[in-house]
Each structure stands twice: as C-alpha cells, then as structure tokens.
C-alpha cells in the first residue's frame, strides 16, 4: 500500500476546506457538520485516532474500555445504561505515526433516557475505527446497525464481550452465527476481549491501518459536508433556473405570437435560446464563452428530435402561414384573419414547451461539465492507491453508497 503522509494529507484537505466560499446563510443551516469537521481537521493535524465503541445497553462498553487503559475510568454497574453521554479518555500507546489515541465511550443506541440520540450516532460515526461490542449472537438491531456504519464508509471491529457467560463449544458456535450474518465481501474481525487478546489487536491494528484510517476519515467527513453543501445550493438554484427559463419561455412565446412576418425568424430563436443557455450557465457557476453555450445548444438539438423540429420547422411553417394570411386579408374582406388568433396561440404554446424542455437539458449538461471545474474530496480519496483489501474493500462500499444516495439529477429544473 502506497504510504501515506497525515502532514500532506492536512494540508490539502486545508486548503481545499479554504476554497469552499460559504455564505452566511450556509455557515448558519451547515453549523453542526461545519464544527464537526474542524474538530476532525484539527485531529488529523494533530495525528489523533479516535476510537468509538458503541452497542446496545448492557453488552459492557465500557468495562472493555477499561480493560484497555487498564484503570476504572469509565463507569460501570449492574444496571444497564449507566453511561448516559459519550465520555472520551486518551489511550496511550507507543506508534510512530500516531501521536494520541482517544477512546470513547457511548450509551447504549436502545437506551430511552439518552438526550439527543443522533448527536451521539453522529459522534461515534465520527470516529476512524468503531468497536461494536456485543455479549452474544447478533440480533436483528445490531446487524441493522452495523450495516449503516458500513454503508458509511466506516472500519469496524466486533468484539465479543461477557465470555464467561458460555462455554467453550457455545462461544465458538456464536461466532460462526455472527461471522455467518456479516458482509461476506468484508473481512470484519470478530475479536473475543479475553485478556490482552484485544489490546494487542488494536496495537497492531493501528500501528497497521491507524495513519490510513485517520485520512480517510477525515476526507470521508469532508466529501459528506461537501455533499451537504452541494444539495443545498442545488435546490437554492433549480428555483433561479425554473424562473429563469420560465422568463425566456415567456419572451419568446410572446415574440413568436405577437410577430407577423418573418421579422423574428430562427435565427431570433436561436439567440435567445444562447442567451438562455448562457444565464443557466452563470447560475451553475460555469463560466462558458459564446461558442461554448452554441455548441451545448447544437448537441440538444441534434439529440433531441422535438426540440430540433419546432425550432426549425414549426416556428417557420407557421410564421409563412401567418404571413400568408395577413397578404390575402384584403381581398377576403378579413376573413382569413380569423385563423391568425389560434395558429398564433399553438405557437406561442410551442416555444413554451420548447424552451421548457430546452432549458432542462442545458441545465443537465451544464451540471455534468460544471462538475469537472472543482476538486471534490472523493477525488483525493480515488486518488489515493489501496492495495490492501482490507480498506480498499470498505472504500468501495462507501462510493457505491456515495453515488447511490447523492444522484442531484432531481434537483435540476
């Protein structure tokens, strides 16, 4: 696996965190995730690893927390969910790339009396490697839970707690029913906390993985905020983009009706149609020049029949039909006139529809290119080289899920 430097990692991440040019509006509906991710920043700059256990109430997290530090720091009873917030405690060990390890402990994600039970989802979601500790056989619940954290992007490790509860042939069967209900295409370790069995995995775990997983956290945290900030304006920008073609679709119905000669002919439409393209561009933020706008224009025309046909056509067909009305009135006493209102109308009901469909697919094409003119932070991640299953693996799931849960096709006018 290519080596991976934190200090590099920072910088680009800090940089591209600077080119992000926030309105005051978007600091204000995005503050959470914004605060989030600085502390995640902050982290990385730090060479901090953040490890969450989480489970339902009662499975012991945080006697296994304590097992590792090897000190009662965080509290424990006979009754279940005595841990009622998430509490964090350093965990020092020795690595060369690593400089702190932060452990925390969470409430159970079943325990009624937790205040803000998606703040502490969030948080442990935010971790660079979870513990999801159970004291037996998967349930429907747990499963359920560790899928989403999978789906997420996240690495997970299943620890086995409460052994002294089964025998030996009871422990073994456990595991298989737990390693049989797990992703088949991951390799998610199920680790039995017996003494230093789990210390020593995490040790070697992190002296592994732990500099990968804390730049890919941080740039997974970065692409979800990016992402959230993207939808936001998208859906800000589909209202300009309808009024706006809703605008040009009124002038051009009005000049197509109202015009009864061959004064405003294809090549008015035409320019219009440019002007359109050209406004829709500066509301996606891509700075296209004139022969940029023509040839998006060119390409939808020829790639859609009905749009081509009434732009070049219908429009002329029915502005002939129009002129040669006008030119026989005179010797019909105004007869022929009595057509001219309804052609006048289903043309003007043409440029509409026209425009409409015109202004739709432009805005399509325009935000297909305008993709290109940024760097996203999944583009760092795909940039990086994984040759180890391990994380390249969980990488994977995190883009099919990305690009399944993110299609912004629909929030195009």
Not at 73 to 96: C, L, P, V, Y
Request: charged residues 25%.
């Amino acid at each position: 696996m290519k080596h991976l430097k934190v200090d590099k990692n920072y910088i680009l991440l800090k940089n591209w965190w600077e080119t992000i040019d926030l309105t005051n509006y978007e600091k204000s509906f995005f503050n959470r995730e914004i605060i989030s991710f600085n502390q995640q920043l902050f982290r990385l700059k730090e060479k901090k690893i953040r490890i969450g256990t989480y489970g339902k109430s009662g499975v012991g997290k945080s006697s296994v927390l304590n097992s590792l530090l090897k000190k009662d720091i965080f509290k424990t009873d006979i009754i279940n969910g005595t841990t009622r917030e998430i509490q964090a405690k350093t965990w020092t060990i020795k690595h060369q790339n690593i400089n702190i390890v932060e452990l925390l402990d969470s409430p159970g994600y079943d325990f009624c009396n937790i205040k803000f039970p998606e703040k502490v989802y969030s948080r442990v979601n935010h971790s660079d490697l979870i513990l999801f500790i159970v004291s037996g056989d998967l349930n429907r619940n747990e499963l359920s839970e560790i899928q989403s954290m999978i789906k997420d992007g996240k690495k997970i490790i299943v620890i086995l707690n409460k052994i002294d509860l089964f025998k030996k042939n009871e422990l073994n069967e456990i595991i298989e029913n737990i390693k049989f209900k797990l992703p088949k295409d991951l390799n998610i370790p199920i680790i039995i906390n017996h003494e230093n069995n789990l210390k020593n995995y995490l040790t070697k775990i992190i002296n592994k993985y732990g500099e990968i997983l804390l730049i890919l956290n941080s740039l997974q945290l970065a692409d979800k905020l990016f992402l959230r900030i993207k939808e936001q304006r998208l859906k800000r920008r589909q209202k300009l983009a309808q009024s706006t073609i809703g605008k040009f679709s009124t002038i051009k119905a009005s000049a197509v009706a109202l015009n009864p000669f061959i004064l405003f002919d294809v090549a008015g439409s035409f320019a219009l149609d440019t002007a359109l393209i050209s406004e829709l561009s500066k509301i996606y933020g891509l700075k296209l020049k004139s022969e940029s706008t023509r040839k998006i224009f060119k390409n939808i025309s020829i790639n859609n029949l009905f749009l081509g046909v009434t732009q070049v056509g219908v429009n002329s067909s029915f502005n002939f039909v129009k002129k040669v009305i006008l030119l026989t009135a005179p010797f019909t006493n105004g007869l022929s006139l009595l057509p001219y209102g309804p052609i006048a109308i289903i043309q003007a009901a043409i440029a509409v529809r026209s425009t409409k469909n015109l202004g739709k697919l432009a805005a399509k094409e325009i935000f297909i290119r305008s993709k290109a003119s940024f760097i996203e932070p999944a583009i760092m991640i795909q940039n990086m080289t994984f040759n180890d299953p391990e994380i390249f693996n969980h990488i994977n799931i995190y883009f099919s899920n990305r690009n399944l849960n993110n299609n912004f096709i629909s929030f195009l006018p």
